[in-house]
């Protein structure tokens, strides 16, 4: 496929012609005709051309005095490797060039070599050879990062993301498919760049050694299915090279790269502009972004809003390399031209930019650290205005160059990537991270664990959110979560008093349910508190019960602020009435103290002892945890005396209990 400056889907290190013109002299003196051949070629850009003649070349130089050129040969068809994407070829041919010590003369050899080994997925190998270009070049900010990703790319393929990656063979031929873009509102049309045996050029590119590339569409029939695509008629397509789009937010304008036909200039890109009418796009013309006629201009990306126009170029004023930019389009920012800046560009290769919202800009780089060749970033603009950049990691990315993402439902759609591909022709892939469900579910239920039905239940978080369902008639309620949020739910219905929870949902990106259930306490109906327990013929609370009454009573006075309650405790009927009644009140009293020492308004409580003379009505759940007793049963003196002595302690230990009733739901409304 296209490398670097020839157009929109070129790919590794641009060199500007000083650098081309200097890699000729280089060889300049070495007399061959075969050799000035292919000197011509490397400084015209046809690489793939050029990667063959010097490969004759090489062949030839078999004497012993050949050593040092035959070094030099090996060094300039690997570098035509490389711009091809050809990594393992790349890498054999610097092998050779470092073993015919070109390196000793040029320390690139092994800045090259250990990327293309990197692009190999070779981590070890290329790290020694970032080490050896590093001891001669300390300061390189590239070495330094290719070693970095390449640490790193053993990690991220160990601990692969949740995003799934195939194939997408539809949209695929036996030569170069890239770049694909989604459009339409229902994301039912992909516009493919491609080097097929369809498309228009008739001749192979001396620079790639296949077609020239040119624009396809693939459409979802009735059913939603996608069709093959199809080359884009009318004036769109030439015999030139056309490819990498980009859609103004109605969709009648398309942006795109084209390869640039003057003779007489440099083989570069240039962005173009075409207009739609009816099912035809015109035929494009240039978008003169600055006046510069050497520099290439590709992989346009237009804002969501329109505003801007995203693109990639070497002209100067970047961080070295490609860099990506951007032009003002709208009517405040027609004109205005701005370098990301260098915590998006590095002095390697930054392409492909695709803008998904404001503040959110994906793209493709060899110069951050990665797994190989070209990586997928995002990067996030904060409220400080500074981009944040992230790798997309395993298995979004490759050894290989992974490159030109879109996006369509959520976080779905395709890209492109030469994995595994040893002739490095370009491939379409579907991308897709399921989306984590988070819920939380349960049941709402009154204290004898009936459920409530038509509960109404409410969830804030912190992160803002806010949600109110009705349970359903079998007290069951179900809701969807964000990850890593502190969420405040409560549940009320009529005739029950309101039951609050907190919780943290988990920040791990896998399936979380959680499950909540609310016991609320009737409006109507005594209710008991469990675990309040005091010494032996005294009132004073033990410590456990005090516990027991922050978790319950507490809370339930705190989330139902308008309620105010009698305290009452209850004693079994053994003993004397007087003695019964008098311990019941100072029992009940004690929970009352403990209440207000707690902050809970005085006239909300009130005290009441009954001794023995109010015995407990066996509820269903009382008869589910002792089966002895049925529903309904009064344990009454007379009842319990008919019972076996164990069971009469069990009934003795379920009237001694203490309850609470609400008196009132209008405490301070009035």
């Known amino acids: 496929m296209y490398i670097g400056y020839i157009m929109s889907i070129m790919k590794k290190h641009i060199i500007h012609i000083f650098y081309i013109l200097l890699a000729v002299v280089i060889l300049s003196s070495c007399g061959s005709a075969k050799l000035s051949v292919a000197n011509e070629q490397y400084a015209r850009g046809e690489y793939f051309d050029a990667a063959q003649t010097y490969r004759k070349v090489y062949n030839k130089l078999q004497k012993k005095t050949d050593r040092p050129l035959r070094g030099q040969v090996a060094y300039m068809m690997?570098?035509?490797?490389?711009?091809?994407?050809?990594?393992?070829?790349?890498?054999?041919?610097?092998?050779?060039?470092?073993?015919?010590?070109?390196?000793?003369?040029?320390?690139?050899?092994?800045?090259?070599?250990?990327?293309?080994?990197?692009?190999?997925?070779?981590?070890?190998?290329?790290?020694?050879?970032?080490?050896?270009?590093?001891?001669?070049?300390?300061?390189?900010?590239v070495a330094h990062n290719g070693m970095i990703g390449c640490i790193k790319a053993v990690e991220w393929k160990e601990n692969p993301?949740?995003?799934?990656?195939?194939?997408?063979?539809?949209?695929?031929?036996?030569?170069?498919?890239?770049?694909?873009?989604?459009?339409?509102?229902?994301?039912?049309?992909?516009?493919?760049?491609?080097?097929?045996?369809?498309?228009?050029?008739?001749?192979?590119?001396?620079?790639?050694?296949?077609?020239?590339?040119?624009?396809?569409?693939?459409?979802?029939?009735?059913?939603?299915?996608?069709?093959?695509?199809?080359?884009?008629?009318?004036?769109?397509?030439?015999?030139?090279?056309?490819?990498?789009?980009?859609?103004?937010?109605?969709?009648?304008?398309?942006?795109?790269?084209?390869?640039?036909?003057?003779?007489?200039?440099?083989?570069?890109?240039?962005?173009?502009?075409s207009t739609r009418s009816g099912a035809q796009w015109s035929a494009p013309t240039k978008l003169d972004i600055v006046a510069d006629t050497i520099s290439s201009f590709a992989h346009p990306a237009v804002s969501p809003d329109g505003l801007f126009l995203y693109f990639t170029s070497d002209m100067p004023g970047g961080q070295g390399g490609m860099d990506i930019w951007r032009v003002g389009l709208g009517t405040n920012t027609e004109g205005t031209l701005e370098n990301l800046g260098d915590k998006i560009n590095t002095p390697g290769d930054e392409m492909f930019p695709y803008m998904r919202g404001d503040s959110i800009l994906y793209f493709s780089s060899d110069g951050h650290p990665g797994m190989g060749g070209l990586d997928l970033f995002v990067a996030q603009l904060d409220t400080a205005g500074v981009w944040h950049v992230s790798n997309m990691m395993y298995p979004m990315n490759s050894a290989g160059d992974d490159f030109g993402i879109t996006f369509g439902v959520e976080e779905s759609g395709f890209f492109s990537s030469n994995r595994n591909d040893g002739r490095g022709y370009d491939k379409i892939y579907s991308f897709e991270k399921p989306s984590i469900k988070v819920?939380?579910?349960?049941?709402?239920?009154?204290?004898?664990?009936?459920?409530?039905?038509?509960?109404?239940?409410?969830?804030?978080?912190?992160?803002?959110?806010?949600?109110?369902?009705?349970?359903?008639?079998?007290?069951?309620?179900?809701?969807?979560?964000?990850?890593?949020?502190?969420?405040?739910?409560?549940?009320?219905?009529?005739?029950?008093?309101?039951?609050?929870?907190?919780?943290?949902?988990?920040?791990?990106?896998?399936?979380?349910?959680?499950?909540?259930?609310?016991?609320?306490?009737?409006?109507?109906?005594?209710?008991?508190?469990?675990?309040?327990?005091?010494?032996?013929?005294?009132?004073?609370?033990?410590?456990?019960?005090?516990?027991?009454?922050?978790?319950?009573?507490?809370?339930?006075?705190?989330?139902?602020?308008?309620?105010?309650?009698?305290?009452?405790?209850?004693?079994?009927?053994?003993?004397?009435?007087?003695?019964?009644?008098?311990l019941s009140q100072r029992r009940a009293q004690s929970v009352v103290d403990y209440l207000i020492e707690q902050g809970i308004a005085p006239d909300r409580v009130k005290a009441v002892g009954y001794g023995e003379s109010v015995p407990k009505a066996i509820t269903k759940k009382l008869a589910s945890q002792y089966p002895q007793f049925k529903e309904g049963d009064v344990l009454t003196e007379e009842f319990i005396l008919t019972l076996s002595e164990e069971d009469q302690e069990v009934a003795h230990q379920i009237n001694r209990r203490t309850e609470f009733q609400v008196l009132s739901i209008t405490y301070n409304l009035y």
């Open 78 to 141: 690997g570098d035509c490797y490389r711009r091809l994407n050809m990594s393992a070829r790349a890498s054999a041919a610097f092998t050779n060039a470092v073993r015919y010590k070109y390196a000793d003369t040029d320390s690139t050899t092994y800045l090259y070599l250990a990327q293309s080994r990197h692009a190999e997925g070779k981590y070890k190998d290329a790290i020694a050879n970032y080490e050896l270009f590093l001891e001669k070049n300390p300061d390189s900010r």
């Open 161 to 273: 993301t949740r995003y799934t990656v195939k194939k997408a063979n539809l949209f695929n031929t036996r030569r170069s498919d890239c770049s694909p873009m989604l459009q339409g509102e229902q994301f039912d049309q992909l516009y493919i760049t491609s080097s097929s045996d369809k498309a228009t050029g008739e001749k192979k590119s001396s620079i790639t050694g296949v077609k020239s590339y040119d624009l396809f569409l693939a459409k979802k029939d009735e059913n939603g299915v996608w069709q093959k695509p199809e080359l884009i008629e009318g004036e769109l397509n030439t015999e030139a090279d056309e490819g990498m789009v980009s859609f103004s937010p109605d969709g009648s304008t398309m942006y795109l790269s084209k390869a640039r036909q003057d003779p007489n200039q440099n083989a570069s890109a240039e962005i173009f502009t």
């Open 439 to 582: 819920t939380i579910s349960g049941m709402v239920l009154d204290k004898d664990d009936e459920p409530i039905p038509d509960a109404v239940i409410r969830i804030v978080g912190d992160d803002g959110s806010n949600q109110k369902e009705s349970g359903r008639k079998d007290g069951t309620f179900s809701f969807s979560l964000n990850r890593g949020v502190r969420y405040v739910m409560m549940a009320g219905c009529r005739g029950y008093l309101n039951g609050k929870q907190e919780f943290m949902s988990d920040t791990a990106e896998v399936d979380a349910e959680y499950v909540v259930d609310f016991v609320l306490a009737s409006v109507t109906k005594p209710v008991i508190l469990d675990n309040i327990f005091y010494d032996f013929d005294k009132a004073t609370l033990r410590p456990e019960s005090e516990e027991a009454l922050d978790n319950e009573l507490i809370a339930i006075l705190n989330d139902n602020p308008n309620i105010s309650i009698e305290l009452a405790s209850h004693t079994d009927f053994r003993g004397r009435d007087a003695y019964n009644q008098d």
